[in-house]
């Protein structure tokens, strides 16, 4: 039987082109990945036949179209091993659910006294939602440290941090800007120690290795679809049920309530509490596509691939004369991270632009790590699916022709 | 390289960011204002002494790339001596040329900057230094950015 991975890069219909005169090398996945043709295809059938808004409604399309939607709630649940699709819920992308979790769990939970522990690599999503909740409930921050350039969670300090005061613990998965894979399952496993709940930003992880959320032992867990293969505006909350049963809504209005008098409501249980309004029921059947798509190819397989890919291109970039590259030199998620002695971030992206490479130049949204390890950006080349070995030496020939032009041979 | 990037990294630029003109701050400043922008997390100072209405000494210190760091170089070299009104034309002059590729024929070295309107994304670095030491010429408290309908 034919392998999906045999002819991948025809899955994706946005490779087949020229960029300032070359073929497009594509390596700012960990930004966003590009979408295959059958994931389109779901988004496109679902306007071209079933389109209708969901829920209460009596006629046959609506009927479809709530089926499709909850069909794909399902789907997500069985993707990350939830105990039921109502632990599921949809929302713009990561940075939506984790400003869910701060507001409704937090504002529900925390008080002056408590303490919110998260970790030096946090994106700035998994950290100004918590900064704002500790101004609105008193609760203070405090923070696990990165080793330094080798971009791992200092385990020695998590006893000293995890203290009894803490109530939540929140940490990505996958560092966006270091490629470190955090040991998500013993972290959990020791926030529980102290009642801690735990969140998990699974932006980095959740399209390129197998997540299943009772194995890690996580009571939340956030995911943007468009980093897994779907599309821009879905993504999703993993909440445990019994939690999220407790805390009250995020937004209110349309679909979330169970009764309204003129002067007080009642909600409904997860998920329709928490997701008021018209929900984004297409973009949700593009995201139950895109599981589909990634288990046909084997997530274990796919993190294989991109670890694979993120090991030699850090091996080979390190070869490079005045290269800082930054986060483990080992296993790693699939992105390498680094710094020139002298030439900027932005220059280095700019040259490799001209040669047909996507890549990233900056602080990618982690500005306190950045100043913790005395950087103001990073290069960043990320990796997904379908890239291959070719693309690696086609970055490191634009590395060293910038270096070149920069004045440093290499 | 496309003739675009040459324009980009004229000579004048990368020498101006390999040895930048005016670097570190000047004790006597009696003005300073911080730039920052938050797209790429470029930042940059701009020390000024004011003798009257005009700069009698300027200088910055910041990280970026190769255009912020050059045009804040090249900036500095062109503002010392100008009163503030003649720096707020210089700066009008400088962002007609970064944002339509213009060149005024009377305008120096800043005419290298003419090749970013290429690179819109890069637009931001040449100004940043430049809104900063209007700030500091103004009095501005604000940090500046280059996030505003001003760029």
Known sequence: MPSPWDRIRDEFPILNQQVNGRPLVYLDNAATTQKPRTVIAALDRFYAQDNANVHRGLHALSMRSTNHYEGARARVAAFINAEAPEEVIFTRGTTESINLVASSWGGANLRKGDVILLTEMEHHSNLVPWQVVAQRTGATLRYLPVTGDEGLLDLSALDRMLTPEVKVFAFTHVSNTLGTINPVAELCARARKVGAVTVIDAAQSIGHMPIDVRAIGCDFLAFSGHKMASVTGIGALYGRRALLDAMPPYQVGGGMISRVDFFESLWKPSPERFEAGTPNFADAVALGASCDFLDSLGRQRIREHDGRLARAAYERLAQLPGIRLIGPAGERGGLVSFAFKSVHAHDVVTFADEDGIALRGGHHCNQPLMKRLGLTSTVRASFYVYNEEREIDALVASMQRTLAFFGLEA | ?151
């Open chain 2, 1 to 151: 390289m496309s003739a675009e990037l040459s324009d980009l990294y004229q000579n004048v630029i990368l020498d101006h960011n390999r040895r930048p003109r005016n670097r570190g701050r000047i004790p006597s400043a009696n003005r300073s204002a911080h730039g920052d922008n938050p797209s790429c997390g470029d930042q940059c100072d701009v020390f000024l002494r004011l003798d009257g209405d005009r700069i009698a000494e300027i200088s910055f210190e910041g990280s970026g790339c190769a255009i912020s760091q050059a045009s804040a170089s090249l900036m500095t070299t062109q503002l010392k001596g100008k009163t503030a009104a003649e720096a707020e034309k210089l700066y009008g002059q400088f962002h007609e040329i970064v944002t339509t590729g213009k060149e005024p024929e009377d305008m120096s070295d800043l005419g290298a900057f003419a090749g970013v309107h290429a690179f819109p994304a890069r637009i931001k670095c040449a100004t940043l230094s430049w809104h900063a030491a209007l700030n500091a010429l103004r009095g501005d408290p604000v940090p500046a950015t280059t996030e505003s309908h001003l760029d």
